[in-house]
């Protein structure tokens, strides 16, 4: 999936906004690549996503506070290609009135990913380890376990993701199952809005497409 790199940025054009979890361990940036694949990307995916209850702390003066129903949106995503290579990905959204998605919490266990997700598409994306539905970044942690059932349908869906003043959009197709999904959280905010117990979850297998929209 080779396509063109971006133009290297200062540090401070990859600082977007979200929640502790997501500060970025010292070191980080010095570790980047200079540039990164532009969008779209088209990716094959298998991912469980999961809906709860709770509304994230967001930043100060974030211009999504007023617009966030109590409803989150809590994904695991295994990329099996990418123009970065495969990668995995855990994500902690909240509805928007609007419609639409606000993420401030998203981890992934690639370097190149992570430059990419801050700089395409203001995603506030940290580091993380990914063990067996259990993934762990630094002070925090979000455990999984997920019992699918039922036959694979055909799915598809489109959402809009607002992050940071800017846009994306993100269409997803491929093969669906109902699925129950049991979480625990730890961390400074992640127990009070990424919340424990039993949730009703989908899990899909299939290809995304991620867009950035201006």
């Known amino acids: 999936m080779s396509q063109p790199l971006s133009q290297p940025l200062s540090p401070s054009g990859l600082d977007v906004p979200g929640v502790p979890e997501t500060v970025l361990p010292p070191g980080t940036l010095d570790r980047l690549p200079a540039g990164s694949p532009a969008p779209p990307w088209r990716v094959p995916v298998r991912a469980v996503l999961w809906l709860g209850r709770g509304r994230p702390p967001l930043p100060p003066g974030s ?15 295994d990329y099996l290609d990418s123009p970065v290579g495969p990668y995995r990905e855990v994500v902690g959204g909240v509805l928007l009135r609007g419609p639409g998605l606000h993420v401030p919490f998203i981890a992934v266990d690639s370097l190149p990913s992570l430059r990419a997700g801050r700089e395409h ?30 036959p694979r349908l055909p799915v598809g869906a489109a959402l809009f993701a ?7 959009l993100v269409t997803v ?5 109902a ?5 625990a959280a730890s ?17 899909l297998r299939g290809s995304a497409t991620i867009r950035a929209l201006r």
């Open 179 to 183: 699925a129950v999904l049991t979480v």
């Open 121 to 150: 598409w203001a995603l506030p994306k940290t580091l993380a380890a990914f063990d067996d539905g259990t993934v762990t970044g630094a002070g925090w942690s979000v455990a999984t376990t997920t019992r699918g059932y039922g």
């Open 63 to 77: 211009p999504y506070a007023g617009r966030t129903l109590p409803v989150t949106v809590g994904a695991l995503v």
């Open 187 to 203: 961390g400074p905010t992640l127990p009070g809005w990424l919340r424990a117990g039993r949730h009703p979850a989908v899990e």
């Open 162 to 168: 607002h992050q940071d003043g800017r846009r994306a």
């Open 173 to 177: 197709r491929g093969l669906g199952r």
